[in-house]
């Protein structure tokens, strides 16, 4: 019975085009990830057993989805023809009826994933990887992800969502169950920290542990066990099926088993329960007493058609409305969204939380619900259009008078009040946040606005949906088709693909993070103009519905066609006018034109990388903002110098794309050449320049953006908010190193030999460096009621032709790098001595000036008694908008950009462990002295340890004077696991020597070498090294290099310590702490504590290949007692083992090995005990 | 006066069912019963009539109009009752009624509200009126279907086996209700208990194979085998035997004995007795004297 039952079960199967569909899939996603370069880790095989776990437990998530479609298809099938009864009177055993349902199901999801790893280990074959990327091929590598990660989450799927199908035989519930289950993953991911999710922070040890334990997909388990794993332990250790990892996967098998086992016991073979009427006393059937009379018609006309739609519609949403369906779909709509809001509103924990404000909530729902508004329209378009057919209704219906044009329109009408149901479900659930979070200024026309933006493309999109259905004519191939379509054009798959042409993009959902500074700003525009081509196309699509339900092509009046014709024409039109701006008018160039672009212009140019050049002294020019437009005029006037020491016979200059030169003049005679496709303009010079000699070029340019193609986030020019980095579209000489193509793996595919290594740290300075500072002298004109703010002295301000003008003259010479910004700003002025500390802000936004300026004062006071004092001035701070992205905070010469989301305008008053605005006015005043006017190092090996590294430290410091260790500490532990779990990703360097490809060393690690050198040599000798660097080396000194800023450290470092700075700075040294044992006795005098400990410490060369050294210092442990008191001794290491005691009055608590994190240790976890008293 | 005229009417299915084989009918006002074994395409000719599907040939024709080109003149008159029909789930009678009689053309929202609650009561399920159809047990549910196809202005009625399901009680009233109806307008009943047609049938055809088989007032065809009907009481053992050297149209058990009904235009032999013809004995001789035909061919 059982096999038969099986093999039944399978021939089902088998005979489904849903499953081959399904395994094509599958197949096609591995071959997908298997081929593409761009997926998986840097410095990590694509073959290596941690990129195939890892990609086959994010396969595995997909699982939830095809489990969803292929249970709903099967389970349902006994109940959809009807056959449920007699099958449920069959003598069927009910364990072997759901046994070999359960069976099928798992082994058909194991082959769908066993075909994405097949797919997977083909694409790595066919692909032609680097043999850098490739190691060598094992069967294991393959199989062992698929059994230990992939089959036990198959099972998980099937049983969740089977029990799902025998409790409720409903298809929507289990729909939802599959949702629920992907929505509770990734918001539990999130939760989690689960390296999944981007931008994730690092998590505690034991929070990383517990996850490890209640992850059912092992996503977290797999993370936990790697977090730290080398290079080389990636490419070549299998994942092992121990600890968390093995106990996650027996528990949520178990777990598993426990569901089924439960649904199978509320399982019972009884078709749908319908409760029967009482029975009337006396059945009368009929009453032919009652004399029948007709009714009068009217069939066709328009109060017919009329109330025929008015009619289906509120049958239709009657049977919606009282679905138990719709109620969970609400409720999980709103849990999601609580959840989302209330992490946007959480926000990124280093900056602190945010305000409900109505901006990002409504941010956060447009960016939460549509592809959830998506899914609910396939499935309720599929279940309306369908229904009276599947209800058996359809006869009836059709039988009648009634327009079957009118009916569909009413259906399709029904369909679209479950996205406005939806929006307006969200708008209050935002609400109701931002009174429980007691945010008093509720912006209803944002909300409202929601209505539009997120409402009309769905809108739209339900008429494509609803079409195809309607094409199709057939329930599930309609539902797969339409499935399909909304995949391509309004997800980002589609765009993966390459379907980017906005008119293809039917019901993309308008995602723009709306700032109180600018709004939605210009993308408004674009959104409009798709909106009427989508919309028209849309009412054309409307108007022939009923021609198409009814298979011939007939136009029911002269008003349908005069209206189908203008919609078509007004299509046309509007597609033509998007199509010529998005492609047509844009020279944006994109993936492989780019690369095309980046090599033919490193072949032309390479060989001018060492061209002598003139350099810049003085920048003189007027920008002219136009926020309302969009773009931006400057024209300037270069003064130019001949500081090599011969003469220079031709001028190579460099346009960035982003602009269009207006005109350019060289006050030399000479010979313009121009090569605009690569931006460059060669001027031979008649007379050549001499050394010393001088030049003057005068140009101007205009720069903007075109709504269509998007703003670029350091050249944003918006109606208010404006910043640009715009030193980087001034006219600029010689070869751009920027255009090469950075990817080594693209470059290995075109043959293109390396990237010219990073200037050596050991590199000898040149006596005679060119700095390249300038004088700058600008002037910005605004809007009349905006004020620009720039680097350098205010000297004069003025409105006139209503502009509002202010000119900035520079203190000093400083570095090639100035940007604008223009808002309408309140500000706040206070001074620190005799420097004006200047806020600039949205008025919205004052909560936090007087707290920034505090830090800035306090910053300033510790430079000043610990370095040298402020080397401008004044100091400016300005709030600019979220379209400006890729940072918090940004620093230039006497001015320090903030984002209006990125810590200006956080919510404070709960975190003072997140002090956000302290810490950024710290690191980005640092910025100041270091890679600001005094020292810009050199670009080189170890310049960004000396900016971003040492600004990091100083931020810490003053933090740690302003909160405590305890709080600073916290701090270290954060920057140290960033560390840890970034640096497997790329060949390590020692820090003297970082690139800028490895944040993580320059910021990170740079931090927790600069703070535990700060343990053994004390902050004050410290900062004395830093205040000696500093003097010594400061503009118009050459700058110094991490060489030098070694020597000074060395100069600070007591002789028995010299040996610590190499350790911190030349050499990767990491250490490996753990306690092994500690036990407890009372003694007369108190308590005695024993312990025994590990220490090993090895040496990494960075390619992930380490050996094991001598331990040669002593180690911290602290013994903590019960009335919080510490005692911290160090103890002696011999044969990689401390033992050691404590002898402590009060009942000691716990044991902790380096407390203050003086060491490098991979695993914080176990280097912390409890007293066991004996 | 309502005349439906169908001439030559062919359909043939996809799947290559020949479901009505050149199909020639004459209907009035009154009840008209089609009858014919399951599979005979009832069903089929009745959607066919209701413009629910296309003919390949032939011409269906009511009041003088062609309504395979004009399917909204028979849709504006007619009332309709599937074989087989559901209802949309947690909606109650009332509403439903009230949405097709919107459907069907009843605008007016005062003179609806009065011909659903006419219905309601005609069907008596005024009491049931607020509960969901979904819920009716099979004679309720099959009492909507009337109600429904009541609704409006029907000059034909097409109710497809109505009484299936029903206790004989309510079989009795709903058939009344019909004929009562009936004295106006056409109405169409399919069914293949012969019964129904009997009692109240002014007119009928037999159907199989998608093919008229005989066609006439039921008096009529009786009359046809007047004096031809011949009964016999025997044992079950000898059946074959009868059959082999008899016309057997029917047989039927009691108590213990077989009794069989046999055609013959004289005593057929000992122990037979003539009896009266009724409607089966015609429905029967009709469909075997089909089956002989299509066994020739073979």
């Given at each position: 019975m059982f096999k038969q039952l099986l093999a039944f079960e399978g021939s089902f199967f088998l005979r489904r085009p849903v499953l081959y569909v399904n395994l094509i899939i599958f197949l096609i996603i591995g071959l997908l990830a298997g081929s593409n370069s761009s997926i998986g880790f840097p410095n990590i095989n694509k073959n290596s057993p941690y990129?195939?776990?890892?990609?086959?437990?994010?396969?595995?998530?997909?699982?939830?989805?095809?489990?969803?479609?292929?249970?709903?298809?099967?389970?349902?099938?006994?109940?959809?023809?009807?056959?449920?009864?007699?099958?449920?009177?069959?003598?069927?055993?009910?364990?072997?009826?759901?046994?070999?349902?359960?069976?099928?199901?798992?082994?058909?999801?194991?082959?769908?994933?066993?075909?994405?790893?097949?797919?997977?280990?083909?694409?790595?074959?066919?692909?032609?990887?680097?043999?850098?990327?490739?190691?060598?091929?094992?069967?294991?590598?393959?199989?062992?992800?698929?059994?230990?990660?992939?089959?036990?989450?198959?099972?998980?799927?099937?049983?969740?969502?089977?029990?799902?199908?025998?409790?409720?035989?409903?298809?929507?519930?289990?729909?939802?169950?599959?949702?629920?289950?992907?929505?509770?993953?990734?918001?539990?991911?999130?939760?989690?920290?689960?390296?999944?999710?981007?931008?994730?922070?690092?998590?505690?040890?034991?929070?990383?542990?517990?996850?490890?334990?209640?992850?059912?997909?092992?996503?977290?388990?797999?993370?936990?066990?790697?977090?730290?794993?080398?290079?080389?332990?990636?490419?070549?250790?299998?994942?092992?099926?121990?600890?968390?990892?093995?106990?996650?996967?027996?528990?949520?098998?178990?777990?598993?088993?426990?569901?089924?086992?439960?649904?199978?016991?509320?399982?019972?073979?009884?078709?749908?329960?319908?409760?029967?009427?009482?029975?009337?006393?006396?059945?009368?059937?009929?009453?032919?007493?009652?004399?029948?009379?007709?009714?009068?018609?009217?069939?066709?006309?328009?109060?017919?058609?009329?109330?025929?739609?008015?009619?289906?519609?509120?049958?239709?949403?009657?049977?919606?409305?009282?679905?138990?369906?719709?109620?969970?779909?609400?409720?999980?709509?709103?849990?999601?969204?609580?959840?989302?809001?209330?992490?946007?509103?959480?926000?990124?924990?280093?900056?602190?939380?945010?305000?409900?404000?109505?901006?990002?909530?409504?941010?956060?729902?447009?960016?939460?619900?549509?592809?959830?508004c998506m899914l609910v329209i396939l499935f309720y378009s599929a279940e309306l259009i369908?229904?009276?057919?599947?209800?058996?209704?359809?006869?009836?219906?059709?039988?009648?008078?009634?327009?079957?044009?009118?009916?569909?329109?009413?259906?399709?009408?029904?369909?679209?009040?479950?996205?406005?149901?939806?929006?307006?479900?969200?708008?209050?659930?935002?609400?109701?946040?931002?009174?429980?979070?007691?945010?008093?200024?509720?912006?209803?026309?944002?909300?409202?606005s929601l209505f539009y933006f997120t409402a009309l493309p769905l809108l739209i999109a339900t008429v494509l949906i609803t079409s195809i259905q309607l094409v199709v004519n057939n329930k599930y191939a309609g539902l797969a088709i339409a499935t399909g379509v909304v995949l391509l054009t309004s997800t980002n798959f589609g765009l993966m693909l390459g379907l980017t042409s906005p008119m293809l993009r039917i019901g993309d959902p308008f995602q723009i993070f709306y700032g109180d500074m600018n709004g939605f700003g210009g993308y408004k525009t674009a959104f409009h103009w798709k909106m009427i081509f989508h919309g028209s196309l849309a009412v054309a699509l409307v108007?022939?519905?009923?021609?198409?339900?009814?298979?011939?092509?007939?136009?029911?009046?002269?008003?349908?066609?005069?209206?189908?014709?203008?919609?078509?024409?007004?299509?046309?039109?509007?597609?033509?006018?998007?199509?010529?701006?998005?492609?047509i008018n844009s020279n944006i160039l994109k993936g492989t034109r780019l690369n095309e672009w980046k090599q033919e212009y490193e072949l032309k140019y390479k060989q001018y990388k060492e061209l002598p050049l003139l350099t810049v002294t003085d920048v003189k020019a007027l920008v002219q903002l136009k926020p309302s437009q969009q773009e931006y005029h400057v024209s300037g006037r270069y003064h130019l110098i001949n500081k090599t020491a011969g003469n220079i016979d031709s001028i190579l200059l460099y346009m960035p794309a982003e602009i269009t030169l207006k005109s350019i003049k060289i006050e030399s005679p000479g010979l313009f050449k121009n090569d605009t496709s690569f931006h460059h303009y060669w001027y031979v010079l008649t007379k050549p320049i001499s050394p010393s000699d001088t030049c003057i070029i005068q140009f101007s340019f205009s720069s903007g953006w075109s709504t269509f193609t998007g703003h670029q986030a350091f050249n944003s020019i918006i109606e208010n908010g404006t910043f640009i980095r715009i030193s980087r579209y001034f006219p600029s000489f010689g070869y751009h190193e920027d255009n090469e193509i950075t990817n080594s793996i693209e470059r290995t595919k075109r043959k293109m030999a390396p990237q010219d290594l990073l200037k050596l740290v050991e590199a000898p300075s040149m006596p005679d460096y060119d700095h390249g500072y300038i004088n700058l002298d600008l002037t910005i004109s605004t809007l009349e009621d905006q004020t620009a703010?720039?680097?350098?002295?205010?000297?004069?301000?003025?409105?006139?032709?209503?502009?509002?003008?202010?000119?900035?003259?520079?203190?000093?010479?400083?570095?090639?790098?100035?940007?604008?910004?223009?808002?309408?700003?309140?500000?706040?002025?206070?001074?620190?001595?005799?420097?004006?500390?200047?806020?600039?802000?949205?008025?919205?936004?004052?909560?936090?000036?007087?707290?920034?300026?505090?830090?800035?004062?306090?910053?300033?006071?510790?430079?000043?008694?610990?370095?040298?004092?402020?080397?401008?001035?004044?100091?400016?701070?300005?709030?600019?908008?979220?379209?400006?992205?890729?940072?918090?905070?940004?620093?230039?010469?006497?001015?320090?950009?903030?984002?209006?989301?990125?810590?200006?305008?956080?919510?404070?008053?709960?975190?003072?462990?997140?002090?956000?605005?302290?810490?950024?006015?710290?690191?980005?005043?640092?910025?100041?002295?270091?890679?600001?006017?005094?020292?810009?190092?050199?670009?080189?090996?170890?310049?960004?340890?000396?900016?971003?590294?040492?600004?990091?430290?100083?931020?810490?410091?003053?933090?740690?004077?302003?909160?405590?260790?305890?709080?600073?500490?916290?701090?270290?532990?954060?920057?140290?696991?960033?560390y840890l779990s970034s640096r497997s990703y790329s060949q390590e360097t020692p820090i003297y020597k970082t690139t800028y490809n490895t944040p993580h060393l320059a910021y990170n690690k740079g931090l927790v070498a600069l703070y535990q050198l700060q343990l053994l040599i004390g902050e004050k000798a410290l900062n004395r090294a830093l205040a000696s660097l500093l003097i010594a080396r400061a503009y118009p000194k050459v700058p110094p290099t991490t060489q030098d800023f070694l020597d000074e450290l060395r100069g600070v470092t007591p002789p028995g310590m010299q040996h610590k700075v190499d350790e911190l700075f030349k050499q990767i040294i990491i250490y490996d702490l753990k306690l092994k044992s500690v036990s407890g006795t009372k003694i007369p005098e108190g308590y005695k504590v024993t312990f025994r400990g590990e220490v090993l410490k090895f040496l990494e060369d960075g390619k992930g290949n380490k050996r094991v050294i001598a331990v040669d210092e002593k180690i911290a442990v602290t013994c903590v007692s019960d009335d919080g008191k510490e005692v911290t001794r160090y103890f002696p290491v011999s044969a990689g083992l401390i033992n050691g005691s404590f002898v402590s009055k009060e009942k000691p608590m716990y044991i902790k090995m380096d407390p203050d994190l003086s060491l490098i240790d991979l695993f914080l976890k176990d280097n912390e005990k409890n007293v066991e008293i004996n | 006066?309502?005349?439906?005229?169908?001439?030559?009417?062919?359909?043939?299915?996809?799947?290559?069912?020949?479901?009505?084989?050149?199909?020639?009918?004459?209907?009035?006002?009154?009840?008209?019963?089609?009858?014919?074994?399951?599979?005979?395409?009832?069903?089929?000719?009745?959607?066919?009539?209701?413009?629910?599907?296309?003919?390949?040939?032939?011409?269906?024709?009511?009041?003088?109009?062609?309504?395979?080109?004009?399917?909204?003149?028979?849709?504006?008159?007619?009332?309709?009752?599937p074989q087989e029909f559901g209802v949309y789930p947690r909606i109650s009678a009332y509403v439903l009624l009230d949405h097709i009689a919107v459907l069907k053309g009843v605008v007016d929202k005062a003179q609806r509200k009065q011909q659903v609650?006419?219905?309601?009561?005609?069907?008596?399920?005024?009491?049931?009126?607020?509960?969901?159809?979904?819920?009716?047990?099979?004679?309720?549910?099959?009492?909507?279907?009337?109600?429904?196809?009541?609704?409006?202005?029907?000059?034909?009625?097409?109710?497809?086996?109505?009484?299936?399901?029903?206790?004989?009680?309510?079989?009795?009233?709903?058939?009344?209700?019909?004929?009562?109806?009936?004295?106006?307008?056409?109405?169409?009943?399919?069914?293949?208990?012969?019964?129904?047609?009997?009692?109240?049938?002014?007119?009928?055809?037999?159907?199989?194979?998608?093919?008229?088989?005989?066609?006439?007032?039921?008096?009529?065809?009786?009359?046809?085998?007047?004096?031809?009907?011949?009964?016999?009481?025997?044992?079950?053992?000898?059946?074959?035997?009868?059959?082999?050297?008899?016309?057997?149209?029917?047989?039927?058990?009691?108590?213990?004995?077989?009794?069989?009904?046999?055609?013959?235009?004289?005593?057929?032999?000992?122990?037979f007795e003539s009896v009266r013809a009724d409607l089966e004995d015609v429905y029967f001789i009709t469909l075997s004297d089909q089956q002989d035909k299509t066994e020739s061919y073979v």
């Open positions: 990129e195939i776990t890892y990609i086959t437990g994010i396969f595995s998530l997909l699982l939830i989805f095809a489990t969803t479609l292929l249970v709903a298809h099967s389970f349902q099938r006994e109940q959809d023809s009807r056959f449920a009864a007699v099958l449920y009177a069959l003598p069927l055993e009910k364990h072997v009826y759901l046994l070999t349902r359960v069976i099928a199901m798992v082994f058909i999801i194991s082959f769908c994933i066993a075909m994405a790893e097949l797919g997977l280990w083909v694409g790595h074959l066919i692909s032609s990887l680097p043999p850098d990327k490739v190691g060598s091929y094992k069967l294991i590598n393959y199989l062992f992800p698929l059994l230990a990660l992939a089959v036990p989450n198959a099972i998980f799927c099937v049983s969740l969502i089977c029990s799902t199908a025998w409790l409720t035989r409903n298809k929507l519930v289990i729909y939802i169950t599959g949702l629920c289950i992907y929505i509770f993953y990734i918001v539990g991911s999130i939760y989690a920290n689960s390296p999944l999710i981007a931008g994730a922070n690092p998590a505690s040890p034991e929070q990383m542990s517990l996850f490890a334990k209640l992850d059912p997909f092992g996503m977290a388990a797999f993370f936990e066990q790697t977090r730290y794993w080398t290079a080389v332990e990636r490419n070549e250790q299998q994942l092992s099926l121990s600890g968390n990892f093995l106990f996650n996967r027996v528990i949520w098998c178990l777990i598993s088993f426990l569901v089924l086992l439960f649904s199978y016991k509320r399982f019972s073979f009884i078709t749908e329960p319908i409760k029967p009427l009482k029975k009337s006393t006396k059945v009368i059937a009929l009453r032919p007493d009652i004399v029948y009379r007709s009714a009068g018609i009217e069939t066709q006309t328009y109060r017919h058609n009329i109330a025929v739609f008015i009619s289906t519609l509120k049958l239709n949403l009657r049977s919606v409305l009282k679905g138990i369906p719709l109620v969970l779909i609400l409720i999980l709509l709103t849990f999601i969204l609580s959840v989302e809001i209330a992490n946007a509103i959480a926000g990124d924990p280093r900056l602190g939380s945010n305000f409900a404000r109505t901006g990002l909530i409504v941010s956060t729902i447009m960016e939460t619900i549509p592809f959830y369908w229904k009276s057919r599947l209800a058996g209704f359809h006869y009836i219906e059709l039988s009648t008078a009634a327009n079957p044009g009118t009916i569909v329109l009413s259906k399709l009408v029904s369909i679209m009040t479950l996205p406005l149901l939806l929006i307006a479900n969200s708008i209050i659930a935002g609400i109701v946040f931002q009174v429980i979070n007691g945010f008093q200024i509720i912006d209803l026309t944002i909300y409202l108007l022939i519905l009923p021609s198409i339900i009814q298979r011939r092509f007939r136009l029911a009046s002269k008003t349908t066609k005069v209206l189908l014709s203008s919609m078509i024409l007004i299509g046309t039109i509007s597609g033509y006018y998007i199509f010529r701006e998005t492609h703010i720039s680097t350098g002295i205010l000297v004069n301000e003025w409105k006139a032709d209503s502009q509002h003008y202010f000119r900035y003259i520079t203190d000093k010479p400083i570095p090639f790098r100035f940007a604008v910004s223009s808002a309408r700003y309140k500000v706040k002025k206070a001074y620190h001595k005799n420097i004006p500390i200047e806020i600039y802000f949205d008025e919205r936004h004052n909560v936090n000036a007087d707290k920034l300026i505090a830090g800035a004062k306090r910053t300033l006071t510790y430079f000043d008694s610990n370095f040298v004092a402020y080397p401008h001035r004044i100091i400016r701070f300005a709030e600019i908008s979220a379209f400006a992205d890729g940072f918090a905070a940004t620093a230039y010469p006497t001015i320090i950009y903030m984002k209006e989301n990125g810590g200006f305008y956080n919510n404070l008053s709960d975190s003072s462990e997140h002090d956000v605005i302290n810490g950024l006015a710290a690191h980005e005043l640092a910025h100041q002295w270091w890679g600001g006017t005094p020292i810009t190092p050199e670009i080189r090996e170890g310049g960004w340890l000396l900016t971003e590294g040492i600004a990091n430290y100083i931020a810490l410091m003053i933090y740690q004077q302003e909160h405590g260790k305890k709080a600073a500490l916290e701090i270290v532990r954060q920057h140290l696991d960033t | 006066m309502n005349i439906l005229t169908i001439n030559g009417l062919k359909k043939t299915y996809a799947n290559g069912v020949r479901a009505i084989n050149d199909v020639t009918l004459e209907i009035g006002n009154g009840m008209f019963g089609l009858l014919g074994p399951n599979g005979a395409g009832k069903s089929s000719l009745m959607r066919t009539i209701a413009a629910l599907q296309k003919p390949d040939e032939g011409s269906i024709k009511f009041n003088g109009v062609n309504i395979i080109d004009d399917p909204l003149y028979i849709r504006k008159n007619l009332g309709y009752l609650i006419s219905v309601l009561e005609q069907t008596n399920l005024q009491q049931h009126q607020h509960k969901a159809v979904n819920t009716y047990s099979g004679g309720m549910r099959q009492r909507f279907g009337i109600a429904q196809a009541l609704l409006g202005d029907p000059r034909i009625i097409i109710v497809d086996e109505p009484t299936a399901g029903l206790d004989p009680e309510e079989r009795y009233r709903f058939n009344n209700l019909l004929s009562e109806i009936g004295e106006h307008i056409i109405v169409i009943l399919s069914t293949h208990i012969v019964e129904d047609v009997k009692d109240l049938c002014t007119d009928m055809a037999v159907i199989a194979d998608g093919c008229v088989l005989s066609k006439g007032h039921p008096s009529d065809l009786l009359q046809k085998l007047e004096n031809k009907i011949w009964l016999k009481t025997i044992n079950k053992s000898e059946l074959a035997r009868y059959r082999d050297n008899h016309r057997v149209i029917s047989s039927r058990l009691n108590a213990g004995k077989l009794i069989i009904r046999v055609l013959n235009s004289g005593l057929p032999g000992e122990g």
